[in-house]
């Protein structure tokens, strides 16, 4: 009886390798074919802040800038319950704080998406009380597929001004867009070859290099892409039930069974 279970265990456990062996070689092949511009891959890659201190170095061509965190896939939520999910949240030494994103779809660029993002990052860097005075000095940066602003520029620096004399008002809220599809051999261009790349190999960068390979070639990178990916795989699952729900394509009951989760636990994704 004892060898029978013994046998039983061994079996089952042999399965279970099988299951996660197929499940490396699946995500394995579909991790080959990242790059910096698949946000999912980039967050990945830009949680090390060596990593994104060298992106803001050359974007703002500052080598002194050192930064001091990152946050990466933070949800910020204005006073309506509506969000955005940011891609990078980087603060430096001197408390600038930079939110950056990577655009594939030039909708998802337009001037009032970045007007939200910079207006909702004030409301959510200030405490009750504070002076205005105290905000803190914010940039917004849109990495672009494409050159979303049209005027054949690598990149471009949004600051407000006065119409009247044409300085700067010094709100200290700056937003800048990087066009990637210029890849020149400047800096900014180099980097911009690297946010395409799809082998560490292939890199300028070395700092950057290192990471893509480390995600892409190491089993322990690989490892923690495929938690990744399978989490991302059960989000999109619980946002098609959710809308599906709200629609009323699907009773509440069957959604949050779908989702292997109670009726009440499902209501608060409604």
């Known amino acids: 009886m004892l060898y029978l279970e013994k046998g039983y265990n061994q079996g089952k456990e042999e399965r279970w390798k099988g299951i996660f062996e197929e499940r490396y070689r699946k995500y394995q092949s579909k991790i080959q074919k990242f790059c910096l511009m698949d946000d999912t891959f980039m967050n990945k890659v830009f949680e090390d802040k060596k990593c994104t201190e060298l992106v803001l170095r ?8 050192v930064v001091d965190h990152v ?5 910020i939520k204005n006073l309506q319950g509506r969000s955005i999910r940011t891609d990078i949240l980087a603060h430096d030494s001197k408390n600038v704080i930079y ?20 207006s909702l990052l004030d409301a959510n860097i200030t405490e009750a009380g504070d002076k205005y005075s105290q905000l ?5 940066i849109f990495i672009t597929k494409n050159d979303v602003l049209g005027n054949g520029l690598p990149i471009y620096h949004i600051d407000r001004m006065i119409k009247e004399t044409g300085e700067k008002f010094k709100d200290e809220a700056h937003i800048i867009y990087v066009n990637s599809s210029i890849q020149d051999e400047t800096k900014l261009g180099k980097l911009m070859q690297d946010f395409w790349c799809k082998q560490g190999e292939e890199m300028n960068y070395k700092v950057l290099a290192e990471r893509v ?9 690989v490892n923690q892409m495929c938690e990744i990916l399978d989490e991302v795989k059960r989000e999109s699952k619980l946002e098609t039930l959710v809308d599906l729900v709200k629609d009323g394509t699907i009773p509440l009951d069957i959604a949050a069974k779908k989702a292997n989760m109670s009726e009440e636990e499902f209501k608060k994704y409604l």
Request: net charge negative.
């Open 213 to 221: 390979s480390f995600f892409k070639e190491k089993k322990e990178g």
């Open 71 to 75: 946050n990466c896939q933070l949800d």
């Open 58 to 65: 050359i974007i703002l061509d500052r080598d002194d800038l």
């Open 136 to 140: 803190k000095e914010t940039y917004i």
């Open 99 to 118: 939110n950056i994103e990577v655009q594939n779809d030039d909708a998802g660029a337009d001037p009032k998406r970045a007007r939200y993002n910079s």
